[in-house]
């Protein structure tokens, strides 16, 4: 599981490789996803992987676990939850823990 969430990290597409990984209740994996950014648009407009998550999944996603590396992929990084998708979280009772 972890090989596969740096692997989708490393697939992001923004400045920082964020990946994150939804479980269920049971610990069965729900989906993978990576944080997106539009650097084109007008306003710089992101999407973070843990909040994809839980807007595919929502109500089925107990936890989830979110990653940093660095490009190349072989090594994590420090991250922290930013207060939106903490406050969602809070809202649909998911744990998200960070990995690094």
Do not use: H, W
Not at 1 to 15: E, F, H, P
Not at 32 to 41: F, G, T
Not at 74 to 100: D, F, H, N, Q, W
């Amino acid at each position: 599981m972890i090989d596969r969430l740096i692997k989708t990290a490393v697939q992001s597409n923004g400045k920082y490789c964020v990946g994150a990984v939804a479980l269920d209740r049971k610990g069965g994996v729900l989906g993978y996803a990576s944080a997106l950014v539009d650097d084109r648009a007008r306003r710089r407009r992101s999407l973070c992987a843990e909040r994809r998550l839980m807007i595919v999944f929502r109500g089925v996603v107990d936890r989830i676990y979110v990653c940093r590396t660095n490009r190349s992929g072989s090594r994590l990084l420090p991250i922290t939850v930013c207060e939106r998708c903490a406050a969602m979280a809070a809202k649909y009772g998911v744990t998200i823990v960070t990995l690094g």
